[in-house]
């Protein structure tokens, strides 16, 4: 079969043979679209981001912007409140990657065990049901749910279980050290359905005999569980963990629907200081947010290639 | 461990119906699915407490309890019929996404298409890019740049203004899904249409389009469930309320009397999200059968 193909190839190649180097180019054709949207959208406000980062360029201030070096860089590794922001994105980012990698994981063992195929679907639908409301509507959701006044949550705290009553009920969003832990709660809801088919798809790509041949052998299901089931979904780890520190540092829809432009507050990580910078505070110094964007970015690749060195195949 | 392992074999234990392995074997399959109904619950209920926050009287709504008193159906009609700002800013949600939708899976399937089953210099290079723009916090860091394009070329407060840096935003994903896809069809069938004569271009609309279909549903769904929801970009570049979509007219509103009582935004939530849900449960199937045919092995 695969002789024939080739065979097929190389004559319709030679029929071809003196428009043989235009084709090649003319195939480029297909990915001009995407070119046009990724230069204009993506690559040069990245490149003028840098440039506007070496200058100190303030869209509300009358005086043309100038070049003064490395500046901002040195400013913004000196200011607390990007540190402390820094700080905040890497304590968010501690306490949700865990859970969302592996409450999906074990979810995933469950139904990939229900038999009943009918039964698989609906599972597999309802858990969806989040990855099908867009982030920022799920963001808005749960500013609701955690209401201090009619939020369910303190409701049924409070209402229902008696556990709190409405003088010291849980503050979960704003000002309190309830608020990160609460945005990655919401985050590991949102996640659960889609990271569990993640998961789901590795599974099936295991084959059956490898759990059976460990059967035989006498292992119980924690050991095939450690044994088959964690070294065959190993390079799904890694990509998920990556992408997902890559979100969680730098989150900032939820950080403004839920928090807001508070500097006082445990949301207001180096992202919004970010976005304040540059469209709120003063007259909008945006090239040191600039600035500040790309030492986050820098750092965050930092972690992502230590990620991948640590996660590399040791054979 | 006996129980465990009896999970997987539960049908040929069928017959030994009386026996005390039996019992465990029903015990730990009882057990499967409560926790997944469990977590069927979780993910649930968020969902269904707006809709019952929808159909609240208004001053049910403001005492904490779960259950209303007294029920009212008619903040649905209220929107309609009162709201007619809300109304706008829904026709801009359903403009812009399903603008977007259309330009990025075009684009998505042009490019995925070349990048498998076309010959083309520099493949290596285009694939290498759009997997590292993965990793790279782009919309974050591109921000400032793009307020200043659209300021500059005047696409501040436009609907345009959105659409366009809105195609960006899952371009990358979207052209690795549909190589994904492309790759699960075999080389041949493009091979044997280029000897029947068919252009490339024909090649792909009439053969490999319809072969893919189950990856564009895939597709067409991230597409919409990403641009229907963008808030990040739609706060920054519109400040006039009547160019600004739904996600961020209930993201800046905060529930009070009035106007806006809380069951009016539950229901302005609810319309806002069912689109999306009305159009994950008619697509169900391909969908499903798309993440399966290689939508989530980029």
Redesign the interface.
Known sequence: ?AST?ST??SA?ARRWRPSRIL???V??V??V??LF??V???L??????VY?SFTDYRYLSREPATFIGLKNFADALADPIFLQGMLRAATFTALFLPGVIFIPLF?AV??D???NPR?A?L???????????????I????R??Y?F??G?I???L???LHLFTPRNAPQWIGDTPLALPGVAIMSW?WG??YHT??FL?GL?AIPREMFEAA?VDGA??WQMFWRVTVPRLRPMFLILV??RF?TA??V??EF??MGGLNRGMPTYTW?VY??HL??GLGNWP?GY??SI??L??AA??IV?AALFYIFRDRD | MEATRSVESVPTHEAAASSPQRKRVKFSRILLHATIIFFCIVVVLPVAWVILMSIKSIPDAYTGELFPRHYDFTHYRYVFEKMPNVLQNFANSIIVTFSTVVITCTIAVLAGYALVHLRLPGKVLVLSLLVGSLFFPTRIVSLIGIWEIQNAIGLINTRIGLILPYVTLNLALSILIMKGVFETISHEIVEAAKIDGASSWRTLWQIMVPLAINGVVVLIIVNFVTAWGEYLLAYTLTNDQSVRTLPVVLATTFGGFGEWAWPRLAAIYIMAILPGILGFAIAQQWYMKGLSEGALKF
């Open positions: 079969m193909s097929v190839t319709s084709n090649l180019g195939n480029w297909y990915l679209p995407a949207f990724f204009a959208y993506m040069y406000p990245l490149l003028q981001v506007i979810l469950l139904v065990r229900v038999e039964l679907t599972y597999r639908v309802i858990l969806l049901i989040p990855a099908v409301i867009p982030g920022p509507m963001f808005v959701l749960w609701w749910m209401d006044e009619i369910p303190n409701s049924i409070v209402n229902y809801w659960l359905g088919m993640f798809a099936a059967r119980n299901e990556v992408l890559g540092m730098a900032i829809d403004l629907i992202t970010m976005w540059a469209f945006q947010a600039a964007g790309w986050g970015a965050m690749l992502v």
